[in-house]
């Protein structure tokens, strides 16, 4: 095992783990991983069924998720050319705590509703 990952520290302003975990932390990019779980997905079906994320975001963050190893890009040689998305092993790792997280908010969000306007009742300027 590499020593060196023992000397990573979170709550560093200077460490890379922050990028990861501002990557993780993107709506967009817990949506993709969520969906790239149950199997390989096209570009285009990608764009149509996380609703709401232009196909620039959605290029940006693919690129980004592949670049920390969590999905892989693969090139289909067909006209037009088909693009298709999967998860990687690393990717794997990570696909329980996206469901749960996404569970947690489906489930929670009655509650986070009424305290959003309790808060916002209690703090009228």
Request: net charge positive.
């Amino acid at each position: 095992m590499n020593k060196e990952h023992l000397d990573w520290n979170v709550y560093s302003n200077q460490c890379p783990t922050r990028e990861v975990l501002a990557r993780l932390a993107d709506k967009w990019a817990l949506l993709i991983l969520g969906r790239l779980e149950s199997g390989p997905v096209r570009f285009n079906n990608l764009r149509r069924d996380v609703q709401g994320i232009s196909q620039k975001v959605l290029t940006q963050t693919l690129r980004k998720l592949e670049r920390d190893g969590l999905i892989a890009r693969q090139v289909f040689a067909t006209v037009p050319v088909t693009v298709e998305y999967s998860i990687t092993p690393l990717g794997q790792t990570l696909t329980k705590t996206v469901s749960v997280l996404m569970h947690w908010a489906e489930k929670n969000m009655d509650a986070v509703l009424a305290a959003q306007a309790a808060y916002d009742a209690a703090n009228v300027a």
